[in-house]
Antibody
């Protein structure tokens, strides 16, 4: 089973930028990768997804500020986050998104992004 | 405010059964058989335990079962064990944007 490892979280000032990475042990050509976030003490929120062909989709809350991409070897997926706000504070998880039934499996361990001055 | 509504907390005694509800609308839970459930222990990543409304991935005990009726999905855990104490999140396909929606999560306490 593919294993995912996120990195890049940290403390960022409001208005700042940060890039998260999601490294996979073994993506297959059919893998879709999604980012899901979880604010402290709250539920899960879908953020973005990138399909193998390159199509990307975003939640309205991050559209125009966040950008998802994958490297040419397709073993790492990135989430570029710009114009960060306090409400973006969350643990960010990457997960394989199975479009056969719209479920997420497996998940990475998550990386904490804190937006605060 | 999550798109799907779950009780904030439920509890049950060791060996008993508990059911967690997940209430949606005709635009998500009610219209698609694409409901999934995730178990999340404190400080850990979510883990898929149910997909396609009622299917269990390999390795998930058959104590976990799930179903759907109308706009409401349900997860039942029978023969509660101490290690079942965790947060449980439901998720549904929503057809169009935002494509998938989550519930707010339910904290299960095993007494």
């Amino acid at each position: 089973e593919v294993q995912l490892v996120e990195s890049g979280g940290g403390l960022i000032q409001p208005g700042g930028s940060q890039r998260l990475s999601c490294a996979a042990s073994d993506f297959t050509s059919s893998d879709y990768i999604s980012w899901v976030r979880q604010p402290p003490g709250k539920g899960l929120e879908w953020v973005s997804v990138i399909y193998f062909g390159g199509s990307t989709y975003y939640a309205d809350s991050v559209k125009g500020r966040f950008s998802i991409s994958r490297d040419t070897s397709k073993t790492t997926v990135y989430l570029q986050m710009n114009s960060l706000r306090a409400e973006d504070t969350a643990v960010y998880y990457c997960a394989v998104f199975d479009a056969r039934g719209y479920w997420f499996d497996p998940w990475g361990q998550g990386t904490l992004v804190t937006v605060s001055s | 405010q999550s798109a799907l509504t779950q009780p904030r907390s439920v509890s049950g005694s060791l060996g008993q059964s508990v059911t967690i509800s997940c209430s949606g609308t005709s635009s998500n839970v009610g219209d698609y058989n694409y409901v999934s459930w995730y178990q999340q222990h404190p400080g850990k990543a979510p883990k898929l335990i149910i997909y396609d409304v009622s299917k269990r991935p390999s390795g998930v005990p058959d104590r976990f079962s799930a179903s759907k009726s109308g706009n409401t999905a349900s997860l039942t855990i029978s023969g509660l064990q101490a290690e079942d104490e965790a947060d449980y999140h439901c998720c549904s396909y929503a057809g169009t944007y935002p494509y998938v929606v989550f519930g707010g999560g339910t904290k299960l306490t095993v007494l």
